[in-house]
């Protein structure tokens, strides 16, 4: 969507989401795809998960999120899917194991016995109340937050399915709480009428679709449920398959399927440490060979992804590309098969060899390709779980060795050549691009703030 890495922009740090109402948001000085297409006559919209935070504000009840960005229309999450929106939470919990429930318990009894069986008067009474808001308050930061642990971002799952699980379209709430049964057929009707819409008004149309399958939970409709032989996953898998055939028969219908680009991608690996803990199905999907998954570092089972064109008549459903390519380069691509004339150059690329060369390296489990050993079973890329080896960094040949089996030899002349001229281009780049601080850094920014809530 834009052409430079998170990073770039100061979306880097923890493991950190973007809660709907929470001070962050997308940087508005980055250039998006949208903008410029809808600079150039082009209707834009999203339908699916926005990600990166909506911009309530006390003066700005709206809550514009990705409508500021250049899209004209969205529909969908404006946070994310996480496993806690599955289960039905309470939000009154007193867990008497845990010593701050405890510790409240007797606090209570200490304070309200006495007044209980004593002559009450204004003042004990004051004061009991008193005692009594500042006792519910304490509780409910220490049971609905979580700043008392190393995952200070995070909330309980009351305050996950009840403030992150909204469905917006623009600036209007639709649903309080994620419709699971109902949301992927919204999201492939509301991508539907998008495209109709826009023909109606003879204008061109980018449409970036992100699908909630098959990210967890794992929710298939009533119509999908049973039908895969590979569990809830598979029957996801079916449903976004189908899908994607609405969509696809849109464009034939409407007569414009050969003047419409399809790409369909996922925007990171399997997430291979999921299984639900229920039924012990594998929610999270399947890498094969390549190592680790999603939030491993730079494994390849995280970041490397299909990468499907369909453009009837123009691209032949026999051509293959071996060559790894990078979705930065769709920016550039789409801009270019738009006709669209920008101010500076920018230049998708291709390879003809690609090395991987590892600075640092996350702690693999003893035995597996997986390093689900820190916070949230994700690999950190900073503190203790990291080994530095940039002294002498292990470098991969991926054309040949996509699995990263064979790291090349550390005495050979390719080796020595290639991880020089690594360490000279990194360099020099970080010189020329030095990151802006993080996003994440200020705990009130990243905080769920209820006042922001754009109900």
Not at 44 to 54: A, E, N, R, Y
Not at 298 to 326: C, D, H, M, Q, Y
């Amino acid at each position: 969507m834009i052409k430079n890495l998170c990073f770039e922009q100061g979306l880097s740090g923890p493991f950190v989401p973007v809660h709907v109402a929470s001070r962050l948001k997308f940087p508005e000085s980055e250039t998006t795809i949208a903008e410029i297409l809808s600079g150039s006559g082009y209707r834009t919209g999203i339908v699916g998960k926005w990600h990166l935070g909506t911009g309530c504000s006390l003066s700005n009840r709206k809550c514009p999120g990705p409508l500021s960005h250049g899209f004209d229309y969205f529909y969908g999450l404006p946070f994310t899917l996480t496993s806690d929106m599955g289960i039905e939470a309470s939000f009154f919990v007193f867990d008497l194991q845990d010593s701050f429930y405890q510790a409240v318990l007797v606090t209570f009894l200490v304070t309200f016995l006495p007044l209980a069986i004593r002559k009450q008067t204004s003042l004990t009474l004051f004061i009991g109340l008193l005692l009594l808001i500042l006792i519910s308050f304490t509780w409910f930061i220490y049971t609905h937050y979580r700043l008392h642990t190393k995952k200070w971002w995070q909330v309980s799952p009351w305050m996950t399915q009840n403030f992150d699980g909204v469905v917006m379209r623009n600036h209007e709430v639709i649903h309080r709480r994620i419709p699971f049964d109902t949301l992927f057929d919204e999201i492939v009707n509301e991508s539907v009428e998008f495209i109709h819409s826009s023909v109606r008004e003879e204008k061109p149309f980018f449409l970036y679709l992100s699908f909630t399958h098959v990210h967890i939970p794992l929710f298939p409709s009533v119509k999908f449920r049973g039908r895969s032989a590979h569990g809830r996953y598979g029957d996801c898998i079916e449903e976004l398959d189908s899908g994607v055939g609405i969509i696809i028969k849109a464009l034939q219908e409407y007569h414009i399927d050969e003047d419409t680009i399809v790409y369909f991608a996922s925007d990171h690996g399997a997430c291979i440490e999921a299984y639900d803990p229920v039924d012990g199905q594998r929610v999270g999907g399947y890498n094969k060979e390549f190592k680790g998954g999603k939030a491993m570092g730079a494994a390849e089972g995280g970041i490397r992804v299909p990468g499907i064109f369909r453009w009837k008549g123009t691209l032949s459903s026999e051509n293959t590309l071996n060559l790894p390519t990078s979705q930065l380069d769709l920016l550039p691509t789409f801009i270019d098969l738009a006709d669209i004339q920008l101010n500076e150059t920018i230049s998708p690329k291709l390879y003809t060899k690609v090395y991987k060369m590892y600075l640092f390296r996350y702690r693999w489990e003893p035995g597996t390709y997986h390093c689900g050993v820190g916070l949230e079973k994700h690999c950190s890329c900073f503190g203790e779980e990291v080994l530095n080896i940039s002294e002498s960094p292990i470098l991969f040949e991926l054309l040949s060795d996509p699995f990263e089996d064979y790291p090349i030899d550390t005495k050979s002349h390719e080796y020595k050549n290639i991880v020089s001229k690594l360490q000279l281009f990194l360099k020099d780049y970080k010189e020329k691009n030095p990151y802006p601080p993080s996003m994440f850094e200020s705990k009130m920014d990243v905080l769920l703030l209820p006042w922001l809530q754009p109900f």
